[in-house]
């Protein structure tokens, strides 16, 4: 079975300032992770993933996120906040295909909420 | 460039009415998902069609029923509403059988069973 974890509910930042959004997985094998972010009443939309390769991935809008298999980790990373930048963020990981299409399990969320 | 689109965008039904959630992509994935997502507990997978003519339960299927009408359309019915389905429903699809495609989701539709 696989597994995400975001273990905060909320985080806050101040305009300006670095942002990190945790994310913690538990799946066998070697996963595709991912992130996503849900503006209000919107539907959720892609920012980055990781397949293979570099562990560090740039996504859209200035994010990244860092993959670390031995603490099974992918935490969404941008140098400098936006208010804009507030939304909920939600990471998701997928075994990959073998012959069969494979489901996301998603994280349970995490706000962002950033100060001007 | 509509990508996902789900119909309709808001309901209220009555306790044991029926209802059809509508979903169709033009992006020509052979994939295609329901979620529902309830505050603090994330997108939880009701069903899921890996390609046209098969579906498969996910975590929380019960109460649902889902039919993929041809490789556009999936749709989900609710039979008899209750209000533990009181919910927003996303649907979203992808490419099946090529790693680390990313799902495309629909705006939702914000359900509320009184």
């Given at each position: 079975?696989?597994?995400?974890?975001q273990?905060?509910?909320?985080?806050?930042?101040?305009e300006?300032?670095?942002?990190?959004?945790?994310?913690?997985?538990?799946?066998?094998?070697?996963?595709?992770?991912?992130?996503?972010?849900?503006?209000?009443?919107?539907?959720?939309?892609?920012?980055?993933?990781?397949?293979?390769g570099d562990?560090?991935?740039?996504?859209?809008?200035?994010f990244e996120?860092?993959?670390n298999?031995?603490q099974t980790?992918f935490?969404l990373?941008?140098?400098?906040?936006?208010?804009?930048?507030?939304?909920?963020?939600?990471?998701?990981?997928r075994?990959?295909?073998?012959?069969?299409?494979?489901?996301l399990?998603?994280?349970?969320g995490?706000?962002?909420?950033?100060?001007? | 460039n509509?990508?996902?689109?789900?119909?309709?965008?808001?309901?209220?039904?009555?306790?044991?009415?029926?209802?059809?959630?509508?979903c169709?992509?033009?992006m020509?994935?052979?994939?295609?998902?329901?979620?529902?997502q309830?505050p603090?507990?994330?997108?939880?997978l009701?069903?899921?069609?890996?390609?046209?003519g098969?579906?498969?339960?996910?975590?929380?299927?019960?109460?649902?029923?889902v039919?993929?009408?041809?490789?556009?359309?999936f749709?989900l019915?609710?039979?008899s509403?209750?209000?533990?389905?009181?919910?927003?429903?996303?649907?979203?699809?992808?490419?099946a059988?090529?790693g680390g495609?990313?799902?495309?989701?629909?705006?939702?539709?914000?359900l509320?069973?009184?």
């Amino acid at each position: 079975a696989q597994s995400v974890a975001q273990p905060e509910d909320q985080v806050n930042v101040a305009e300006g300032n670095p942002l990190t959004v945790k994310c913690t997985y538990s799946v066998s094998g070697n996963p595709y992770l991912f992130w996503y972010v849900q503006y209000p009443n919107r539907g959720l939309q892609f920012l980055l993933k990781y397949i293979t390769g570099d562990n560090l991935v740039k996504g859209s809008y200035g994010f990244e996120a860092e993959f670390n298999k031995s603490q099974t980790s992918f935490h969404l990373k941008k140098p400098s906040a936006l208010v804009s930048d507030s939304a909920l963020y939600f990471c998701a990981v997928r075994l990959p295909p073998s012959g069969s299409a494979r489901q996301l399990t998603f994280g349970s969320g995490t706000q962002l909420t950033v100060l001007p | 460039n509509a990508g996902v689109t789900q119909t309709p965008k808001f309901q209220v039904l009555k306790t044991g009415q029926s209802m059809t959630l509508q979903c169709a992509q033009d992006m020509n994935h052979n994939s295609m998902y329901w979620y529902r997502q309830d505050p603090g507990m994330g997108l939880r997978l009701i069903y899921y069609s890996a390609s046209e003519g098969t579906t498969d339960k996910g975590e929380v299927p019960n109460g649902y029923n889902v039919s993929r009408l041809n490789k556009r359309e999936f749709s989900l019915r609710l039979e008899s509403a209750a209000p533990s389905q009181t919910s927003v429903y996303f649907c979203a699809s992808s490419e099946a059988g090529i790693g680390g495609t990313e799902a495309f989701f629909g705006q939702g539709t914000r359900l509320t069973v009184v």
